[in-house]
């Protein structure tokens, strides 16, 4: 080595050494001062020279590195962004690095950065598919600890970012539909979620108009009432599609999705008043939405029919529970529930010297939310009637 190299502080000889990936001088430096990691991080106002080392994918010099005893807090160490070495791995796609430092500890794994995103984050910000599978495959193993029941994996799935959004909602932002697959395949729960703005992950595929992740989506949830959610402004997928103009993803979503075409925003507009009060709009589409059936009133049929079906398991159960606990008793009433979309069921039970308040108790108990709850008895009968309500059951 020459005088000018033994001239430099340490510091910057370790600098210089991580971006060669050379580790002679690492170890040279290390015999002379066994803290001089640990002066350069503390002393480097950006990146230490194991962030150098993991940003260009020298993996012996940050084996070498790991070799100390504060490797730990190396791991941890933060640039001016507030990312350590193992976020720089996954962004530059350096996987030899980004095993090494898993190997060291998962902990750097759940850090977000200054920014609030996860190391999943930047795999979909920087597109690195490679390293997000790397990740989700190491941590889809790796239980977090204070006894929690869910892998890291699934963790940072459902992590948002300074924007309220997780992962798998960066992804289909992106339209990048290889990353939202693996995401997806590691915590598909993370893509049900509402960001903090109230949308779905269809809503982001629709505003930022990547119909393609919005198939893949539609396609894999299978969930009526998914598809027709509404964001903060009341307003659903389709409702979006019209206002965006994006007329391939309206007639994708005529053709061939559940969306119910007469549902309202907060302004009071359908589908086809949305459209009709647009300039210049695709006559086509109007004709497609008034041709089945938009133009009138009242709820879509399948809409009908899902709630239909939905209140009356909710009641069912609700009956069932009922009868459970008044099974003690020698002469029976008869158990009445109403409710607005014309579900009636009747249901014997023995009594229990169930009061009306008694009932209404196991309702609330049930999770039952409504705006009109009455219970009546009268000449030996039981009545309860229920408007409006929804059962989280």
């Known amino acids: 080595m020459g005088e000018k190299e033994l001239e430099k502080e340490p510091e910057k000889r370790l600098c210089d050494a991580a971006l060669k990936g ?3 001088p690492l170890h040279q430096l290390l015999g002379e001062d ?6 350069a991080a503390l002393n480097c106002e950006d990146k230490n020279p194991l962030h150098i080392a993991a ?3 020298h993996a012996d010099f940050v084996k070498a590195n790991l070799q100390v005893q504060s490797a730990y807090f190396l791991c941890l160490a933060r640039d001016r962004e507030g990312r350590n070495p193992l ?4 962004i530059y796609g350096r996987l030899t690095v980004l095993q090494v430092l898993l190997d060291a500890g998962f902990e750097a794994a759940v850090e977000k950065t200054d920014g609030e995103e996860t190391i999943l984050h ?6 690195q598919l490679e390293a997000l599978k790397v990740l989700v495959n190491r941590l ?11 892998d890291a994996a699934y963790f940072l799935c459902l992590a948002r970012d300074g924007n309220g959004r997780n992962p798998i909602h960066l992804a289909a932002m992106y339209g990048r539909l290889a990353v939202l697959q693996e995401l997806l395949d590691a915590g598909f729960q993370a893509a049900l979620e509402k960001t903090d703005e109230g949308g779905t992950i269809l809503h982001l595929c629709v505003k930022y108009n990547q119909l393609e992740a919005l198939k893949m989506l539609v396609d894999i949830s299978k969930d009526v009432w998914f598809q027709n959610a509404k964001n903060e402004d009341g307003m659903t997928i389709l409702h979006m599609a019209i206002y965006y103009r994006q007329n391939q993803t309206i007639k994708y ?10 549902q309202q925003d907060a302004k009071g507009r359908n589908a086809l008043s949305l459209l009709r009060g647009q300039e210049n709009f695709d006559t086509e589409i109007e004709s497609s939405l008034t041709s089945i059936g938009a133009i009138t009133g009242g709820r879509d049929p399948g809409e009908y029919q899902v709630m239909l079906k939905e209140r009356s398991n909710a009641m069912m159960v609700v009956l069932s529970l009922i009868a459970t606990m008044a099974f003690q008793a020698v002469w ?3 158990v009445s529930f109403e409710v607005s979309v014309g579900v009636r069921l009747i249901l014997a039970v023995p009594h229990l010297s169930l009061m009306a308040e008694d009932i209404v108790d196991i309702l609330q108990s049930f999770n039952l939310s409504n705006k009109e709850l009455q219970v009546t008895e009268m000449g030996g009968e039981l009545s309860l009637g229920i408007k409006e309500c929804q059962a989280v059951c």
Do not use: F, I
């Open 22 to 24: 050379d580790v002679t």
């Open 34 to 39: 066994p803290v001089v990691l640990d002066k």
């Open 55 to 57: 940003m260009l994918g």
């Open 87 to 90: 976020h720089l791995a996954a």
């Open 122 to 127: 930047l795999c979909v910000k920087y597109n």
């Open 140 to 150: 889809k193993d790796t239980q977090l600890p204070k006894g929690r029941s869910e």
């Open 253 to 262: 979503l005529l053709d061939s999705s559940q969306v119910w075409v007469k």
């Open 332 to 334: 029976v009433h008869r």
